[in-house]
């Protein structure tokens, strides 16, 4: 295994600390609970929080900022934070308007931000939470009970974010991220394993001509083990899926979301956009955004996921609303 690191335990810890250090006009680390937090915090409006393992970068700590997080809680690669780690983030950015969680749909983190929300309430706060289940491969998994939150959640994020930026109560902010999930589909594809550096092998083995469709974040295994095929195939097959599963027709306005796993070079990713943009043209189902790049990694996997947003009016107006964090502007 080769990976810039020192010491695998300490990788979460390091990481976080040059973050803050490259942005210290938007974030702060907080050491001892692996909190990253805006720099100023508005309690006035409601919180924002998410969070989940690390090795998905920038996901989450790069959407802290305006318009999008309050806090992100970061547990070790892979593993979801401590319920403890997220009481405290919960403590350290939550005021009178309340705090929404806003969770990927795994075991460990729908678990720990559960007891999390519990134990603040006990404090008086009002917390709310929302689980996404974006992932389209599988409807259960080893890690999950129903689907998968993957890439889809960086758009929950955002559109949750507008609104509690606006002022919105908590009951409309978690109504308005509820809406996202419904319209928020996506589906993944590896061409390689990750490696994680506590373990240092791949995760899984894949051949020199085969791909897992419908990979996971975590490199869970998807829908089945292919054979390589060109970019235009893979995009034919992934938007079917996710045109399929959203009902879009010619009179639907969507935001397009290539995402690329880790290892991925943007080259490939661009080529990728260039045929999932004329097959939805084909179709003539207009994009009215599109978002290429490293928005949820899964460590140095090979590959991309493609996440497709179905825009209402209600909902366009809070994607359009600006943004400024690390890792998403607007």
């Known amino acids: ?7 695998t335990d300490d990788i979460v810890i390091q990481m976080g600390k040059g973050m803050a250090l490259a942005h210290p006009d938007k974030i702060e680390f907080e050491e001892k609970y692996k909190i990253f937090k805006r720099k100023t915090i508005n309690p006035k409006k409601v919180a924002l929080i998410s969070g989940g393992g690390s090795g998905h970068e920038p996901a989450h700590a790069g959407y802290v900022g305006t318009g999008m997080l309050d806090a992100a809680v970061a547990g070790d690669v892979f593993a979801s934070p401590s319920s403890v780690q997220v009481y405290h983030a919960i403590k350290q950015v939550t005021g009178e308007a309340g705090c929404l969680l806003i969770v990927k749909n795994y075991s460990g983190d729908c678990m720990n931000f559960d007891t999390a929300a519990e134990m603040a309430e006990e404090d008086d706060l ?28 960086v758009l929950v994020e955002k559109i949750a974010g507008a609104a509690a930026e606006r002022g919105d109560s908590l009951e409309n902010v978690q109504l308005l991220a509820q809406k996202t999930i419904e319209q928020v589909k996506s589906i993944g594809v590896a061409l390689t394993s990750c490696t994680v550096p506590a373990k240092g ?19 869970e295994p998807g829908i089945e083990r292919r054979k390589s095929m060109t970019s235009h195939a893979l995009a034919v097959e992934m938007l079917d899926l996710l045109i399929g599963e959203l009902g879009l027709t010619d009179e639907d306005e969507i935001v397009v979301m290539v995402n690329g796993l880790g290892g991925t070079p943007l080259q ?22 599109t978002l290429v790049g490293n928005y949820m990694t899964a460590i140095d996997m090979a590959g991309l996921s493609l996440t497709v947003l179905k825009l209402t009016d209600e909902l366009k107006a809070l994607y359009d609303a600006p943004a400024d964090t690390i890792a998403y502007h607007k």
């Not at 092998?201 to 490199?219: A, K, M, N, R």
């Not at 490939?268 to 955004?289: G, M, P």
């Open 268 to 289: 490939e990713l661009y080529v990728f956009n260039h045929d999932v943009r004329a097959i939805l043209s084909s179709k003539n189902i207009h994009v009215y955004d």
């Open 126 to 153: 009002k917390v709310l939470s929302v689980y996404v289940n974006d992932d389209v491969a599988v409807k259960d998994s080893l890690y999950t009970i129903g689907r998968r939150g993957v890439a889809g959640t």
């Open 1 to 7: 295994m080769k990976k810039i690191i020192n010491q």
């Open 201 to 219: 092998t791949p995760t899984f083995d894949l051949g020199s001509d085969e791909i897992e469709f419908g990979v996971g974040i975590h490199g």
